[in-house]
């Protein structure tokens, strides 16, 4: 049945990149608040209400028994707030970094091993260990709750107001047992983490920080792609529009733009971005979509918004003002070889809103995220046996009881995963690590893939890659359509070995997995090489990646 799929098709990490890590923490999370509840179910089940998330903080009791010392960086971007937070990171005997993207975690832990201090790379997907470490970087779910720090950063702290990942930041703020916490990010999260931590008994102290180097708004527009210099980079937010100015401006500006988007694989977008940082390349141009937008360091000089509209997965609206200032504030990082930023937009109509958007400060984050932990839901479930994992979500989401300062996670995601798999054969634990996989639902071949590895593990107990994927070449793609594809493939595989790492026995395939990863994101580079309209030395040197075998012949 399934595999004719995959045949046709041959093979990125969405917003959910890492939340399996979240798993392997919530028997913790859970014994402190809901041990004793356990063992007296079967008498109190009926009265205790599993659904009262009232009191977050007492789910982490290691944290709870230290007096944490969190200090606040808070501040614009390029301000120096995670370069100090790191410094505190790099003098401690040991420590976390936990950032929201794994390019920043990729990011630190290059740092730290640079400077000597062996760093430890955790994300959803990844587990790269070097002897004698005692400091790790990490994807915020991956947060580790159970073990005690000296020392912990987590970057880009007002993300905890976001709809659907904020519960794992919210819940690294509250459970994470380290001496020092230092938090970096916008200052608009400052009063609601001064409530929040009203009832830690943790000591707060916030430092306010200013731009390194300065950001000037421009008060033109680019004008012709003639215009385009050294430096730049076009913000658009649609491939197909990411292709179309890469073209136009090869074809127009004579320069060669690397491009880095959601759903390019990660290591691509490193490599693209890496490209576009090095002085020596001929790749001196970036066309981007927001993916460049949090906390990354890239040699820009000038951000150019082709647009102040997006479309958000329902309709097509406005940039917020803490996006705007987000992209913006990649232009000019300091060191960097553009000390002052320049920001504009294609349209001249776009500059007031830049301006005003620039000038405001981002509105106060007023509810943190939060979301149950597996083993409420299973206590819950037990009082309603007769539902499907979809049924109890929607129901424990419905009647959650919350405190002011904080909000229930958007679930609609893992909602349309429960819906697929709740008439397969598995466990209720099975079905949650599926739904908080990173899986695209509207992806058709992530989905598809997904759909095939939980029936797969439902009916077999084993996942074989070779029964998913057959062999066969997969080409350099020519058209953006067979591009998507690719990408949807590596998505595939990027799930994989995400499972392969919660469910080892399941899912033996791990490194044929990673292998064919890499393919696929050395065909798409080739793609990205051929693409545009690049002078011939470029052309032949990355027209040499014609195809890769996939799945060679056993
Ligand atoms: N004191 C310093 N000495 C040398 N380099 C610094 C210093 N402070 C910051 N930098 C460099 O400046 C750049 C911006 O700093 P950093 O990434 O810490 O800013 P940020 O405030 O965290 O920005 P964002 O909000 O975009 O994440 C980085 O390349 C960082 O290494
Ligand atoms: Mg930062």
């Known amino acids: 049945m399934s595999s004719m799929h995959f045949c046709r098709t041959l093979f990125s990490p969405g917003v959910f990149s890492a ?179 009203k009832v830690t008994g943790d000591d707060i102290e916030v430092q306010y920080y200013e731009r390194l180097s300065p950001l000037i708004p421009m008060n033109v527009p680019l004008g012709p792609y003639s215009n385009i210099r050294k430096g730049d980079c076009i913000v658009t937010f649609s491939r197909r529009k990411i292709y179309g100015y890469k073209k136009e401006i090869e074809r127009k ?47 820009i000089s000038r951000i150019i918004f082709s647009t102040v509209e997006k479309f958000d997965g329902f309709e097509m609206r406005e940039l917020t003002v803490p996006e705007i200032k987000q992209i913006a504030g990649r232009a000019g990082r300091y060191g960097s070889k553009f000390p002052i930023g320049e920001v504009t937009c294609l349209n001249e109509d776009d500059l007031p809103f830049l301006h005003s958007s620039l000038k405001s400060d981002s509105p106060t984050i007023e509810r943190a995220g939060l979301f149950p932990t597996f083993e409420l839901i299973y206590l819950y479930s037990r009082l309603h046996p007769e539902n499907g994992l ?3 979500l929607e129901h424990f989401v419905d009647n959650a009881k919350l405190s002011e300062n904080y909000f229930i996670a958007d679930c609609e995601g893992m909602l349309k995963v429960a819906a697929v798999i709740d008439e397969m054969p598995l466990s209720l634990h099975d079905k949650y690590l599926f739904c908080i996989s990173p899986v695209d639902m509207a992806d058709d071949i992530t989905s598809q893939g997904l759909t095939q590895f939980a029936q797969n593990y439902a009916n077999k107990g084993i996942v074989r890659l070779r029964e998913i994927f057959t062999a066969g070449t997969l080409q350099v793609p ?77």
């Open 19 to 197: 939340l399996p890590g979240f798993v392997g923490a919530l028997n913790q999370d859970f014994q402190f608040r809901f041990g004793p509840c356990c063992r007296l179910y079967s008498i109190y089940s009926s009265k205790f209400d599993f659904t009262d998330l009232t009191r977050p903080h007492s789910w982490y009791p290691h944290a709870r028994r230290k007096r944490r010392k969190i200090f606040l960086h808070m501040g614009p971007t390029n301000s120096g707030k995670t370069h100090n937070a790191l410094k505190r990171l790099e003098s401690s005997d040991s420590g976390l970094y936990c950032g929201p993207l794994r390019l920043l975690a990729w990011e630190v832990a290059k740092r730290l091993n640079k400077a000597k201090i062996p760093c430890d790379l955790i994300t959803g997907q990844e587990r790269e260990e070097v002897d004698g470490a005692k400091h790790k970087a990490m994807t915020v779910e991956m947060a580790d709750v159970t073990s005690s720090y000296s020392c912990a950063v987590i970057d880009e702290i007002q993300m905890l107001g976001c709809k659907t990942r904020g519960y794992s930041f919210t819940r690294a703020l509250l459970g994470l047992c380290a001496d020092e916490v230092h938090l970096c990010g916008d200052a608009a999260v400052v009063p609601l983490i001064q409530e929040i931590l």
């Open 253 to 299: 500006g004579g320069h060669l733009c690397s491009v880095v988007y959601g759903s390019l694989p990660p290591e691509t977008r490193t490599r693209q971005a890496t490209m576009f940082n090095d002085t020596t390349s001929e790749f001196d141009v970036l066309v981007a979509s927001d993916a460049i937008g949090m906390g990354l360091n890239l040699n």
């Open 390 to 392: 979809r049924q109890i």
């Open 478 to 554: 020519e058209t953006q359509a067979a591009l998507k594809e690719l990408e949807s493939i590596h998505k595939v595989l990027d799930l994989y070995v995400w499972l392969s790492f919660r469910l080892e026995e399941s899912f033996p395939d791990r490194e044929l997995a990673v292998s064919q990863k890499s393919a696929c994101s050395m065909l798409i580079e080739g793609f990205l090489g051929r693409f545009g309209w690049q002078r011939p030395k470029t052309r032949q040197l990355k027209s040499n990646i014609r195809s890769r075998s996939i799945l060679p012949e056993c």
